[in-house]
């Protein structure tokens, strides 16, 4: 006979397994405890740090700072969890590495309608930020803004452009006057090549200058990613709508070359380069990624980096997040932020 412990955990298994079939009902449990909330089978959301931050009267994301986004208004999220990358640098929890064999780059066999996916990411970052109404240190009027987002960031894990719908899927955020950010690891190139209903604004993770750090760091999973991420780039450059790279640079591993980084640029043609300091967080922990804290580089050594990115690139040095560790460069031609300010060491 099944003790009261033993009946509860067969029930949330249960439950977990309707929610999501496609994946082993234990790695969907230590994803909910991380604070993952699913919505149908292949989507997920999760507070960031910042917009329960920005909610509290702190810290607000570097996109509210170089681009103005409000962080308590956005929601993370991800059509697709699964990811053909196994970056060392990402915090996510990949599965092979705790111990799960499962599929992730094609478990799914139907995949769920847009308007779906939408209206239950907003369902569920309604039931995120419920919580703080009560909590003394929100500001109020934040905390019902929040409650009506205005912008999505598809960067929470995996790789959004697995999900076949993706301009469908832009298109019902836009219809309800949510701008958005669609972050892609840049190895699905015939997935961007056809995205036509396109993005706020289109990120693509820049990894790595040249192919043997790439294939150190990414780990793909697929054949040949150094070549498809070539080609992201060639169809990236000529998409009509605002371009970012973004670098994530771990000392002494890819924060090296800054001449093959510019020539990304000068395939990729973003209007904005954001540079960013590799944090020891999450899954970068585990043993299998060879990292460590003292890889974190200091914000002198992300500015004189991305400065000499900027040297190489014909790219300006516009601005900086003290929290996120970013530095921010633009193109020449772009004038949004057109200054080139002075940091306080």
Request: aromatic share 10%; hydrophobic share 35%; proline share 3%.
């Amino acid at each position: 006979m099944q003790n009261e412990k033993e009946v509860t955990i067969q029930k949330e298994k249960e439950g977990l397994e309707r929610g999501n079939p496609h994946m082993p009902a234990e790695l969907a449990r230590a994803m909910k405890k991380q604070g993952y909330h699913f919505v149908g089978k292949h989507s997920a959301t999760k507070a960031c740090g910042y917009t329960v931050s920005s909610l509290k009267g702190g810290a607000s994301c570097y996109k509210h700072k170089f681009y103005g986004i409000k962080s308590w208004r956005c929601i993370q999220a991800s059509p697709a969890i699964g990811c053909n990358l196994a970056c060392t640098f990402c915090w996510r929890m990949i599965p092979e590495e705790e111990g799960f064999k499962w599929n992730e780059i094609n478990a799914i066999q139907e995949w769920d309608d847009p308007a779906f996916i939408v209206e239950g990411l907003i369902e569920e970052h309604k039931k995120l930020v419920s919580g703080f109404k009560g909590n003394g240190k929100v500001d109020m009027k934040r905390w019902l803004e929040s409650n009506d987002p205005a912008h999505v960031a598809l960067s929470l894990t995996g790789e959004p452009l697995f999900y076949p719908k993706m301009n469908k899927l832009i298109e019902e955020f836009h219809k309800r006057k949510i701008s958005t950010f669609l972050v892609t690891n840049g190895t699905m190139a015939n997935a961007l090549r056809h995205l036509t209903t396109l993005p706020t604004q289109l990120y693509v993770s820049v990894q790595a200058p040249n192919r043997e750090v790439y294939e150190k760091i990414t780990r793909a999973k697929t054949l040949n990613a150094w070549e498809s991420f070539q080609e992201f780039l060639d169809i990236f450059a000529e998409k009509e709508t605002r371009r970012v790279f973004r670098l994530t640079l771990i000392r002494d591993v890819n924060m090296l070359d800054a001449k093959g980084y510019a020539a990304l640029i000068r395939k990729g043609k973003p209007h904005y380069v954001e540079v960013k300091g590799f944090v020891f967080v999450g899954g970068a922990r585990n043993e299998e990624r060879n990292l460590s804290y003292e890889q974190m580089p200091a914000k002198e050594e992300i500015i004189s980096f991305a400065s000499e990115i900027a040297k190489e690139s014909g790219y300006r040095l516009v601005d900086y997040h003290e929290h996120s560790k970013v530095a921010l460069l633009c193109s020449s031609m772009e004038t949004e932020r057109g200054r080139i300010i002075k940091f306080e060491k």
